[in-house]
């Protein structure tokens, strides 16, 4: 288990140094000068160079590259162009509304899903099966920005319940906190919801038809206990690869909902940076999402082992 | 900090017992500032936020455009123009206690014009020679050549005055001498601002504003819709006005703005150097079908490049009417009867993405194919404003009186006029009113006649708000939420 740890903690490294290029060199090639942009059509040609100057945006790539990659591994991720302020402040602020957020959405999104998908797949056929395949062909379909509309028509517009969006921020309670956070996570739980349930149930049945499933029912198991003891744990492979990536995409692929909602997420924050050419801020959240994809996978890989023994010894 | 968020919470508390009026407010706006220190960045959005409230220049704007004192009391202009001597309000304290005099005033317009500054707007500046303190409370400005504009110029936001200690960390934790008081930044969210107790003018109605940020513009309507927000004074999406208009919760305020929306051409490029061309252009345009088309019938059409609602404008749209028969008839006579392809790149605002669809229409009618380019706003500095590759774009100049820009040649639209550039450096020297309108008409008609940009209109300001609020800016004289004057009615 340590060696099997070991390898893909080392294969996480290489991810991530070839990661940091990719992005640094992207990010260098899009057109555009944040100095220019934050003066605008006004500013004569000598105040731009002297904020470029000021913003160290006059030293080549390389030198820039480097007091990057060293900043960030000391921790230090730089100073915003546009706000100003440390760059890991920024981020750290946001990621208080994101993780929250996907990990709300994603407790949603399994809490449905667990009982949905086994449900289906322990009365495989009934209309109660029927019923479950065609919602969740209509939760993957809904657009979830759609969907949040609607969620914001009903209960915020129209009851009252909720506001239409923002976030008080935690001091201001945690209750009031998961209030604000509710319809958004609804919103991205539930697509997130009909394709986990649907994993879950076509991945119980694949176990359901093999050969130890036959074996533990002549050993004269019920079907129920068949199905919780042997089955279900044996189904779970499938469904944590699609939480790993669910969650990553959760935290990184809200910006949408964030927009709808207009909470100030790690997405937003991204795509505001990217309109102002806050390359410092982009280079760096796109760089932490990474880490965080990576991260995620890594930890599935581990749980894979856990739930699969055979898997600790493979390449 | 914490402190600033207790009592900002016993007011709340204490208020929310009363039975008085409503005495907080809340202000959407689409952009966050990026920082709140108007004198390093061009951004809209942080004069939204912090002009007239938390910063004062020596002068201001006041909602119609007119200029009156600020932090000047009054002011006399030497007879030839090259000096003027102000004389400053006493017992006026900045937000941290410390006393405002005649060294803020020259610390804050030297840091505005030396060499290395970083003010978007340091041409504001250039004609000032030196600032002198006479004494604590009188400050003399020389000048190298009279201008007129100067009092005008002292009033944007760029030009405000604060004290040294406060200036490298304006950015994230601004201190000014305004009515309210910097409390509370939560990026990506809102910016919170207290009342001053201590304020030298009338004290304001509200004890707290907050500004909300909320860029998506469905998120916005239903932000109003909710009562999230008290008033979106810039509402992103004309389309969805008439609503508003039509519930009696809500008051719909249309102004003016400074933003002359121009197609601007580039002057030097292709066929757009013979004005006969500039001039089908211009004519092939039909600005009603703009206005109605992309901006839901909001805005005021133009002739030339100046605001519609300053005492010297002329209307100048007759010269450019739209006439496509005589728009082929002029293509034809400049060599190109069959017409030519150019490239019409075009910025995120709606007015220029939706007006970009209808001119390209309309330029297809006599013969001019057009390439849209959908850019964003990074890319359109680079590639159009400073890379000058393009054809045609569309894009509004917000900045108030920016006639100056037709003196330089280098600009954008690459118009170089000797007539024009006399006019404009002469204009500086001009104080005396009835001449500075004269020059300033005369100016307007020959640009207009010269068709150096296709003018199409005054970009409107709509703003949607909470029928019980009162005194917020119907006009945008400069891009500001002014709330000195603002309050709850019973």
Redesign the interface.
Known sequence: MLRYGLRRAASMLVSLAVASVVIFCAIEVV????A?????????P??VA??R??LGLDQQPVTRYMSWITGMLRGDFGISY????PVAQ?VA??LWISLPLALYALILSTAIAFPVGIMAAARRGSVVDMGVIGATQLGIAVPNFWFA?IL??IF??NL?WF?????P?W?GGLLAGIKALTLPAIALALPQASILARVMRSALIDTLGEDFVRTARAKGLSRRQVLWRHALRNALIPVLTIIGLQFSFLLAGAIIIE???????LG??VF?A?????LIVVESVVMLLVFAVILVTFLVDLAYAWVDPRLRGAR | MVRH?LSATVLAALLAGGAWAKTDITLGMQL?P??LDPT????AAIDEVVYANVYEGLTRFTSDGSVVPGLAESWEIADDGLSYTFKLRRGVLYHDGATFGADDVKFSLDRARV?????????LFAAIDSVNVIDDATVEITLTKPNGALLFNLAWGDAIIIDESDASAL??TPVGTGPFKFSNW?????VELVKNPDYWGDPVALDKATF?????P??AF??M????VDAFPVFPAPENLAQFEADPRFTVLVGSTEGETILSTNNKAGPFVDVRVRKAVAHAIDRQAIIDGAMFGYGTPIGSHFAPHNPAYVDLTANSTYDPELSKKLLTEAGYADGFTTTLKLPPPSYARRGGEIIAAQLRAVGIQTEISNL????W???V??GKDFGLTI?S?T?PM?IG?YARPDYYFQYDDAVVQAMISGLDAITDPDDRTEVLQALQERISENYVNGYLFQLAKTGVANAKIQGLWQNSPTQANDLTGVSWAE
Not at chain 1, 36 to 44: D, H, P, R, V
Not at chain 1, 82 to 85: A, F, K, L, M, N
Not at chain 2, 212 to 216: A, C, R, T, V, Y
Request: hydrophobic content about 40%; charged content about 25%; proline content about 4%.
């Open positions: 057109p555009g000068d944040p220019q942009y934050m003066l605008g059509l006004n500013a004569s000598d105040t002297a904020l100057a000021e546009t706000y100003r302020t920024m602020d946001r509309m914001v028509v915020a517009i009252g506001s239409a969006g923002g976030f921020g001091e927009n709808v909602f207009y909470l100030p997420g937003r924050l505001q990217i309109a102002a050419r806050d | 968020i966050e990026p920082h390093s960045a061009a951004a060499e290395d500054s970083t003010n978007a707007q340091k041409a950015e994230t939560v990026q990506g969210d809102r909300k940020f909320i860029s998506d469905t998120a239903a932000a819709m909710a009562g999230d964003e706003w990074a890319q500095l680079e590639e404003f400073r894009v100049h900045e920016d820009i």
